[in-house]
């Protein structure tokens, strides 16, 4: 194998330290980066979903034992972290596909407000019902 010319590597590493940042860049930007950052983690959480749904073949005793270790307080707060990654991928997602069939194309920022104002209201909502009973 071929070592990789130390320019080239150096303009890879260029290319991905731009990606990460947001100095300089458009609405866009950060809502493609939000589509694709909680797009990356709703598929690692249904990974982890899968891994965990493995300890009901442990019997009931497991599957009790990690009910009890889901309520516990550090667990809801992940599971409000969840709920905050589904609403900005649903939300932002429905805005780009509304966007694209050619509805409300130069309100588009204001639209992308509008639905992150709205993942922030229903993130308080589910935060509220998740900790207050």
């Known amino acids: 194998m071929t070592?990789?010319?130390i320019q080239q590597a150096t303009?890879?590493?260029?290319?991905?330290?731009?990606?990460?940042?947001?100095r300089g860049r458009g609405l866009g930007f950060i809502a493609f980066a939000l589509q694709r950052i909680t797009g990356l983690?709703?598929?690692?959480?249904?990974?982890?979903?899968?891994?965990?749904?493995?300890?009901?073949?442990?019997?009931?005793?497991a599957w009790d034992q990690f009910v009890a270790f889901a309520k516990s307080p550090i667990m809801?707060?992940?599971?409000?972290l969840?709920?905050?990654?589904?609403?900005?991928?649903?939300?932002?997602?429905?805005?780009v596909s509304i966007v694209g069939l050619g509805f409300g194309v130069k309100q588009h920022k204001t639209f992308f407000w509008i639905m992150m104002l709205l993942s922030a209201l229903l993130f308080v909502y589910a935060?509220?019902?998740?900790?207050a009973h």
């Open 3 to 5: 070592p990789i010319p």
């Open 11 to 22: 303009r890879r590493r260029k290319a991905l330290r731009a990606w990460f940042d947001p």
């Open 41 to 61: 983690g709703l598929v690692l959480y249904l990974l982890l979903h899968m891994a965990v749904l493995t300890t009901l073949l442990q019997g009931e005793s």
């Open 76 to 80: 809801l707060l992940f599971d409000l």
């Open 82 to 95: 969840l709920i905050a990654g589904i609403l900005i991928h649903g939300l932002n997602g429905l805005r």
């Open 127 to 131: 935060g509220w019902l998740l900790f």
